[in-house]
């Protein structure tokens, strides 16, 4: 299928407008309603429905979607691979859930770049659903999440347990300190574990989507809150931060996913280089 045909398609669903699509794209709108009706033709259903109020997806515009962002994401692979080829034997694509990345990935990747520096490493971040999806799709080649739906021609297994501790860099923290407490969202499974755990903190003032990032805020200000312990592990040894020891601690699974065919000869010790790094990763 012809790529600048799900450029538009995209570009219309997400702006609600064949203008304002055609300005995104930098040609007329008739240029625009061209693509789509050929687009329309090929599919044998009407994507988007017009009216005075702009252009909406109808039910199969709503399926497409997904397999135009699809084709777009693969394209893009595509061309980066192309362009890294000149300077690197081969390319490894890593997705990952981001609070997976501090402690834990960023070193993996960092020691496999010493092993391999003619390896062309592209890392990412999504949900475990959009990464397995992107698993199925080849955009990326490893995924690690804390949730990994089987799919046919996918390889499952679980890799570490991450342990996420309840910390401080108050002198006198408790968890009944709401003003202090800041939440951090570790994804839907901690988020409906913490509000069974926690239901007075959980409308606190302050809610970061930061990942790892977020442990910032701690030492500028004197508060609390969780995170893995193989990210505030350096932290506790230095007595920046204190673990609040009655305070329950969360264990979540987390599970390494790639396609069954990249069973060659070079992917088999990416991957148990992979399981060295989850083995000595503190907390798992």
Same mark, same amino acid.
């Given at each position: 299928? $012809?790529?600048?045909?799900a450029?538009?398609?995209?570009?219309?669903a $997400?702006?609600?407008?064949?203008?304002?699509?055609?300005?995104r794209?930098? +040609?007329?709108q008739?240029?625009?309603?061209m693509?789509?009706?050929?687009?329309e033709?090929?599919?044998?259903?009407?994507?988007? #429905?017009?009216s005075?109020?702009?252009?909406?997806?109808?039910?199969?515009?709503?399926?497409?979607?997904?397999?135009?962002t699809?084709?777009?994401? +693969? &394209?893009q692979?595509?061309?980066?691979?192309?362009?890294?080829a000149?300077?690197?034997?081969?390319?490894?694509a890593?997705?990952?859930q981001?609070?997976? &990345?501090?402690?834990? !990935?960023l070193? &993996?990747?960092?020691?496999?770049?010493?092993?391999?520096?003619?390896?062309a490493?592209?890392?990412?971040?999504?949900?475990?659903?959009?990464?397995?999806?992107?698993?199925?799709?080849?955009?990326?080649?490893?995924?690690?999440?804390?949730?990994?739906?089987a799919?046919?021609?996918?390889?499952v297994e679980? !890799?570490?347990?991450d342990? !996420?501790v309840?910390v401080?860099?108050?002198?006198?923290?408790?968890?009944?300190s709401?003003?202090?407490?800041? %939440?951090?969202? &570790?994804?839907?499974?901690?988020?409906? $574990?913490?509000?069974?755990t926690?239901p #007075?903190?959980?409308?606190t003032?302050?809610?970061?989507?930061?990942?790892a990032?977020?442990?910032?805020?701690? %030492?500028k200000?004197?508060?609390?809150?969780y %995170?893995?312990?193989? +990210?505030?592990?350096?932290?506790?040894q230095?007595?920046?931060l204190t673990?609040?020891?009655?305070?329950?601690?969360f264990?979540?699974?987390?599970?390494?996913a790639?396609?069954?065919?990249?069973?060659?000869?070079? %992917?088999?010790?990416i991957?148990?280089? !992979?399981?060295?790094?989850?083995?000595?990763t503190p907390?798992?």
């Amino acid at each position: 299928m $012809d790529v600048t045909l799900a450029k538009t398609f995209l570009a219309i669903a $997400d702006t609600g407008s064949f203008m304002e699509a055609a300005d995104r794209l930098h +040609v007329t709108q008739s240029a625009v309603s061209m693509r789509i009706k050929s687009l329309e033709d090929a599919l044998g259903r009407k994507l988007f #429905q017009r009216s005075k109020a702009g252009a909406s997806l109808t039910p199969a515009g709503q399926q497409f979607q997904r397999h135009a962002t699809a084709i777009l994401r +693969v &394209w893009q692979h595509a061309q980066l691979e192309v362009s890294l080829a000149d300077q690197h034997s081969d390319h490894l694509a890593i997705g990952a859930q981001i609070s997976l &990345w501090e402690g834990f !990935l960023l070193d &993996w990747v960092a020691k496999l770049r010493e092993q391999r520096p003619d390896l062309a490493v592209t890392a990412s971040f999504a949900a475990s659903q959009v990464l397995i999806e992107r698993l199925v799709e080849g955009t990326i080649d490893i995924a690690v999440a804390y949730r990994a739906v089987a799919r046919p021609g996918i390889e499952v297994e679980h !890799l570490m347990d991450d342990e !996420l501790v309840l910390v401080s860099s108050e002198p006198r923290a408790s968890t009944r300190s709401d003003r202090s407490y800041v %939440f951090v969202n &570790w994804g839907p499974e901690f988020a409906a $574990d913490h509000a069974d755990t926690y239901p #007075q903190l959980s409308k606190t003032g302050l809610h970061l989507d930061l990942g790892a990032v977020g442990i910032n805020y701690l %030492f500028k200000t004197q508060s609390s809150g969780y %995170f893995p312990l193989r +990210v505030v592990q350096p932290f506790l040894q230095k007595r920046k931060l204190t673990i609040i020891k009655r305070a329950r601690r969360f264990v979540y699974p987390v599970y390494l996913a790639y396609p069954e065919e990249r069973n060659e000869e070079a %992917f088999a010790p990416i991957l148990e280089s !992979l399981r060295v790094m989850a083995a000595s990763t503190p907390g798992a």
